[in-house]
């Protein structure tokens, strides 16, 4: 079974991705750290010509079995996967790893946001996460105050709004709801609400389809 999950930043697809992985015992991929990857790759060279080469060529040399999601998850660094991630031949480097991934033996969880569009459009199970843009703030910001970090709320609500309009705006992204994804917000939800209610989504699509 592949389910796949979308959603814009700190939408907390990751947690919840994990959480279904868990449940249905699925491999996870978050799709994100590969961006953040590549972007971290390329710090510094934002404003310079070669910024695109640069990323181009971090994308192809990507090593996908050490990403550290601990030195990948800061605001910075995620900025800098926005602004990476709108280089389609960025994407197409990373694109075969992804739907490799996907299309192992007995499947996986893939997190991202074209996943259900790109990545897996075959996947049996979309999920597209919502979360009022105030409360993805706020629960970022405890997830990086979790890990030590000193959180600006301020600048980090300007940070989530503008990779999100940058996201959006991507004309190599695929970064909205596939006509088949099933929508959940979790703005009023915990994070054991939330998977409940997705667990209920992947068990009810594969019920109907008779092979769960
Ligand atoms: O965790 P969060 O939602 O904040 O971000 P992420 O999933 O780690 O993704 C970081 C950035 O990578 C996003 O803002 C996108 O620009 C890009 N990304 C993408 O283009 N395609 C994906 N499948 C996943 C992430």
Redesign the pocket.
Same mark, same amino acid.
């Given at each position: 079974m592949i389910i796949a999950v979308d959603g814009?930043? $700190? *939408?907390g697809?990751?947690t919840l991705a994990a959480g279904l992985a868990r449940h249905y015992g699925l491999p996870q991929l978050?799709?994100?750290?590969l961006?953040?990857a590549v972007g971290r790759a390329v710090a510094g060279l934002e404003d310079t010509p070669g910024f695109e080469a640069a990323a181009i060529a971090a994308a192809r040399s990507i090593d996908t079995g050490h990403l550290d999601p601990l030195a990948l998850s800061t605001a910075e660094v995620?900025v800098l $996967? *926005?602004k990476v991630?709108v280089i389609a031949e960025v994407?197409a480097a990373l694109f075969d790893f992804q739907r490799q991934f996907a299309l192992q033996p007995g499947g996986a969880v893939l997190?991202?946001?074209?996943?259900g569009t790109k990545?897996a459009p075959d996947a049996d199970v979309k999920l597209f996460i919502q979360a009022d843009s105030k409360s993805r703030m706020e629960r970022?910001a405890r997830q990086l105050e979790g890990r030590g970090v000193v959180v600006d709320r301020y600048a980090l609500y300007h940070q989530i709004e503008q990779?999100d309009a940058?996201?959006m705006a991507?004309p190599n992204?695929g970064f909205y709801p596939a006509a088949d994804a099933h929508l959940l917000d979790t703005t009023l939800l915990d994070i054991e609400a939330a998977l409940r209610a997705a667990v209920a989504i992947v068990d009810g699509v594969m019920a109907r389809k008779g092979q769960h």
């Open positions: 814009p930043a $700190a *939408s697809k990751g978050d799709t994100g750290l961006y953040r995620g $996967a *926005s991630a994407r997190d991202g946001r074209d996943i990545i970022r990779r940058r996201d991507n992204g």
